[in-house]
């Protein structure tokens, strides 16, 4: 059987001989093959090039989308940096005022720990993506927890400081705590010679030794219970501040208060003097707690008078 080709005609303008060009089909298959597949490896090529200048000009945006994130981790280690220097000095002042209010300073351990809160876990696909970024955020992270359990601890610590103070102000301004009058110690508390008797007795309070005249205060808020003459202690005073707590003041020269008269702290109650059995002008100060008397110097938290 013949086997079927395609003759092209080629006819030259200048009237030569027409020549003749046999084609079999299947040549003409493999060339129209050769030729789609030319035009399909040039589109790939073309999409991929394409491709990959998208994907270059992605990787620049996230290197840089990178770069800037680190700069903000950086921005926010000092930002961490300068709030943990802020919270320690709070926890610092913190234990100033549990001081002041009476209650015991909080434990190093304590203060660690902070209130609440378990420390935080890294994203484990960020992990894969980019390892030390991740271990960075982790740790800021872990930092922010800490500092912020913190925080809470400050914030509970103050308020409960806040809460004594206010539950125990009252009983602070009827505490005893200033000196009653300028002068100097003469004779202390307990057992001492009877400067007139010239016998060993007990002192239940002290003298002080100072120019007749000068103002004696009462040392802390209460209301006057007695005020009169009493004895070889010549003109007193007594201040019950409520507590348990009185006052006792003698050989005064002048008192200015009456019985029931409510007083404050470094109000002026009379004049030191020397009323009763007494070798000079002093004042005999004491303090009894429940009935009990106890050492006035005690409960002098300043030397100073007003």
């Given at each position: 059987?013949?086997?079927?080709?395609?003759?092209?005609?080629?006819?030259?303008?200048?009237?030569?001989?027409?020549?003749?060009?046999?084609?079999?089909?299947?040549?003409?298959?493999?060339?129209?093959?050769?030729?789609?597949?030319?035009?399909?490896?040039?589109?790939?090529?073309?999409?991929?090039?394409?491709?990959?200048?998208?994907?270059?000009?992605?990787?620049?945006?996230?290197?840089?989308?990178?770069?800037?994130?680190?700069?903000?981790?950086?921005?926010?280690?000092?930002?961490?940096?300068?709030?943990?220097?802020?919270?320690?000095?709070?926890?610092?002042?913190?234990?100033?005022?549990?001081?002041?209010?009476?209650?015991?300073?909080?434990?190093?351990?304590?203060?660690?720990?902070?209130?609440g809160g378990m420390p935080p876990v890294g994203d484990p696909y960020l992990f894969e993506i980019d390892s030390?970024?991740?271990?960075?955020?982790?740790?800021?992270?872990?930092?922010?927890?800490?500092?912020?359990?913190?925080?809470?601890?400050?914030?509970?610590?103050?308020?409960?400081?806040?809460?004594?103070?206010?539950?125990?102000?009252?009983?602070?301004?009827?505490?005893?705590?200033?000196k009653p009058t300028k002068g100097y110690i003469s004779s202390g508390f307990g057992r001492r010679l009877h400067?007139?008797?010239?016998?060993?007795?007990?002192?239940?309070?002290?003298?002080?030794?100072?120019?007749?005249?000068?103002?004696?205060?009462?040392?802390?808020?209460?209301?006057?219970?007695?005020?009169?003459?009493?004895?070889?202690?010549?003109?007193?005073?007594?201040?019950?501040?409520?507590?348990?707590?009185?006052?006792?003041?003698?050989?005064?020269?002048?008192?200015?208060?009456?019985?029931?008269?409510?007083?404050?702290?470094?109000d002026v109650i009379g004049r030191v003097g020397h009323t009763g059995r007494t070798t000079g002008a002093h004042?005999?100060?004491?303090?009894?707690?429940?009935?009990?008397?106890?050492?006035?110097?005690?409960?002098?938290?300043?030397?100073?008078?007003?």
């Amino acid at each position: 059987m013949t086997k079927k080709s395609w003759t092209i005609l080629i006819a030259p303008h200048n009237k030569e001989s027409v020549r003749k060009v046999s084609i079999r089909p299947g040549l003409i298959t493999f060339f129209s093959v050769l030729c789609i597949a030319f035009i399909f490896a040039g589109v790939y090529l073309t999409i991929v090039y394409w491709n990959n200048i998208y994907n270059l000009s992605k990787l620049a945006k996230l290197e840089n989308e990178n770069r800037l994130l680190l700069q903000k981790v950086k921005a926010v280690d000092k930002g961490i940096a300068q709030l943990s220097g802020k919270i320690g000095r709070l926890l610092e002042e913190n234990q100033q005022y549990r001081c002041i209010a009476g209650l015991q300073f909080l434990n190093e351990d304590v203060i660690e720990a902070g209130i609440g809160g378990m420390p935080p876990v890294g994203d484990p696909y960020l992990f894969e993506i980019d390892s030390y970024l991740a271990k960075r955020l982790q740790n800021q992270d872990t930092q922010l927890d800490a500092l912020l359990r913190k925080a809470d601890l400050a914030r509970q610590s103050i308020k409960d400081a806040i809460e004594n103070i206010k539950a125990t102000s009252d009983k602070w301004a009827h505490y005893p705590s200033i000196k009653p009058t300028k002068g100097y110690i003469s004779s202390g508390f307990g057992r001492r010679l009877h400067p007139v008797f010239k016998k060993m007795q007990f002192h239940s309070g002290i003298d002080l030794k100072t120019s007749e005249g000068l103002p004696i205060l009462a040392a802390a808020d209460g209301r006057v219970i007695q005020s009169a003459k009493r004895g070889g202690f010549g003109k007193t005073v007594t201040i019950d501040h409520g507590y348990g707590i009185r006052t006792f003041y003698a050989h005064c020269s002048e008192i200015y208060v009456s019985e029931g008269e409510p007083v404050k702290r470094g109000d002026v109650i009379g004049r030191v003097g020397h009323t009763g059995r007494t070798t000079g002008a002093h004042l005999h100060y004491e303090v009894h707690v429940d009935g009990v008397p106890k050492n006035p110097l005690n409960f002098i938290l300043d030397s100073y008078v007003p």
